[in-house]
């Protein structure tokens, strides 16, 4: 069975980066999705991780968003905890693109938009 999060809670997909999402899984595997990951470490303290990943654990795993059936971000339950009420954007800009997400609950970012502090 599925777990998903109380969608009150849930992180918000822009339209830039389901797009982005889509076109990094078009050419993987059927079963692939985008797990995105809180880890420690990074300048500030903790970290944003964004991989190709076919493995759902079903007990430690919750789909933040999902759209015609095809994962498009899974996430570990103490990691949706560092996630609540974020916006995850895909910016395109001078410097690179990347995926940004914007937390409100950070008190701090580094720089580069990689790493945060609670």
């Known amino acids: 069975m599925e777990k998903t999060?109380?969608?009150?809670?849930?992180?918000i997909l822009?339209?830039?980066a389901k797009t982005q999402i889509s076109?990094?899984?078009?050419d993987e595997p059927k079963?692939?999705?985008?797990r995105l990951l809180v880890d420690s470490g990074?300048?500030?303290?903790?970290?944003y991780k964004f991989s190709v990943d076919n493995d759902?654990?079903?007990?430690?795993?919750?789909?933040?968003?999902?759209d015609d059936s095809k994962y498009l971000l899974v996430s570990d339950?103490?990691?949706?905890d560092f996630l609540k009420n974020s916006t995850i954007n895909w910016a395109v800009s001078l410097t690179g693109s990347q995926f940004?997400?914007?937390n409100p609950v950070a008190r701090s970012s580094c720089g580069c938009g990689s790493s945060f502090s609670i």
């Open 5 to 11: 999060a109380n969608k009150n809670d849930l992180p």
């Open 77 to 80: 339950i103490v990691s949706l």
């Open 42 to 47: 990074g300048c500030s303290g903790f970290s």
């Open 31 to 34: 079963t692939s999705f985008i």
């Open 23 to 26: 076109n990094i899984l078009k």
């Open 56 to 66: 759902f654990k079903k007990e430690n795993d919750v789909i933040i968003s999902k």
């Open 100 to 102: 940004v997400i914007d």
């Open 14 to 16: 822009t339209a830039q």
